[in-house]
Nanobody, 127 residues
Framework: QLQLVESGGGLVQPGGSLTLSCVASGFTLDDYVIGWFRQAPGKEREGVSCISNSGGSTTYADSVKGRFTISRDNANDTVYLQMNSLEPEDTATYYC????????????????????WGQGTQVTVSS
């Protein structure tokens, strides 16, 4: 069974940091471009960041540029999202997703290209 499993969410104060992990099982992660998406209550799901198969190319939403860093460890089938300087507006359920493609580019504007989705991990930024 092809699965992505997120972890690392939790409650953090404004200005704090969290690192989310996305682990693949049932397939080889480096066959996939990986994206992170989030959905806040009452809002549509939005793209946060993505990373190409090799990790050589990344994309970030304007709202997280300079604060979030995406990386991948293909040997351990894991993608990370390091989140710093967290704001209450970052509160959401975060999902990782995989697009079966070999590319040195990635995008987060068209979610339909991502075939595999994790179950999500909750991030709450509050004092």
């Amino acid at each position: 069974q092809l699965q992505l499993v997120e972890s690392g969410g939790g409650l953090v104060q404004p200005g704090g940091s969290l690192t989310l992990s996305c682990v693949a099982s049932g397939f080889t992660l480096d066959d996939y471009v990986i994206g992170w998406f989030r959905q806040a209550p009452g809002k549509e799901r939005e793209g946060v960041s993505c990373i190409s198969n090799s990790g050589g190319s990344t994309t970030y939403a304007d709202s997280v540029k300079g604060r979030f860093t995406i990386s991948r460890d293909n040997a351990n089938d894991t993608v990370y999202l390091q989140m710093n300087s967290l704001e209450p507006e970052d509160t959401a359920t975060y999902y990782c997703a995989g697009d079966l493609v070999v590319s040195e580019a990635c995008g987060i504007n068209w979610q339909g290209m991502y075939e595999i989705w994790g179950q999500g991990t909750q991030v709450t930024v509050s004092s």
